[in-house]
């Protein structure tokens, strides 16, 4: 009897329609049957956000042996649920969110709605990986992710993840380091924290001509220990592939002892 292929819930918060997660399902197409569920457009920022008043629908893209492309007026995290409950006729052994379009590093892993897609497959306990490209532009190259998605896609698949554990994987934008084949290539594979940094500038105000105001949610990412080397932003920067292991449990752990002396 032929062994049932495992099978693999894919995400993102750019879109069904995005070029990130349709190369991703090219590349997982060996590797599993994949059941594709995304928004039916951008969904960035949304993190871990879902829709509690809003009714969802869900719409079948595209449909190929070993292949279902569905998408859903939803967030990322909807539409991870509404595949879990309505569409998948079994228990995915993975969950991968992307491939997003820019950066995931550092505090935006707490805004991403990539992220979100993992955490709450790793809230059901099934080992899910993001993966992210710092590159925003929507004709972005992925073909060099190619071998490494493969790679730690496959490893999942067999060995699994510690419970609770996810992965957040970004890859730096080669172009910024030269056109010389050596500087076309990733310099290695670190696996590092989080880096420390904040957004500044975030609101911009506007005057409209029916005489009110308005504001754009921008501002800039300023990293708050550049040099740091175990850190993803000093890993992107210096063209290396980052790998930080993410967890839901947010509990500060060293901080419990000196919270039991307060006098409460």
Not at 145 to 156: E, F, G, I, W
Not at 174 to 179: A, D, K, M, P, Q
Request: contains cysteine.
């Amino acid at each position: 009897m032929e062994k049932e292929r495992p099978l693999i819930l894919i995400s993102n918060d750019d879109g069904y329609q995005a070029k990130g997660i349709n190369e991703l399902i090219d590349m997982l197409r060996p590797l599993a049957d994949l059941l594709v569920c995304a928004p039916d457009g951008a969904r960035s920022g949304y993190s871990c956000a879902f829709s509690a008043e809003l009714p969802l629908r869900l719409t079948l893209q595209r449909e190929e042996p070993g292949l279902a492309v569905w998408s859903s007026n939803g967030t990322p995290v909807d539409c991870v649920k509404l595949a879990l409950s309505q569409l998948a006729d079994r228990r995915p052994a993975m969950v991968v969110g992307g491939i997003n379009h820019g950066d995931n590093g550092s505090v935006n892993s707490h805004y991403s709605g990539t992220m979100g897609v993992v955490m709450e497959g790793c809230m059901k306990y099934i080992p899910s990986v993001a993966f992210s490209l710092c590159d925003h532009r929507a004709d972005a190259d992925f073909e060099p992710l190619r071998p490494y998605v493969v790679k730690y896609t496959r490893y999942v698949l067999q060995h699994g993840l510690p419970k609770g554990v996810c992965l957040n994987i970004n890859f730096p934008l080669l172009e910024e380091r030269g056109e010389r084949r050596e500087e076309r290539e990733y310099r290695g594979v670190r696996v590092c924290r989080m880096a420390h940094g904040s957004w500044l500038n975030e609101i911009t105000t506007c005057h409209h001509p029916r005489g009110y105001d308005y504001h754009w949610m921008v501002g800039h990412y300023q990293n708050d220990e550049p040099e740091a080397e175990d850190t993803d932003n000093w890993a992107l920067a210096h063209g290396y592939v980052a790998i930080t292991p993410t967890t839901f449990d947010v509990t500060a752990y060293d901080a419990m002892d000196q919270i039991k002396s307060w006098t409460l």
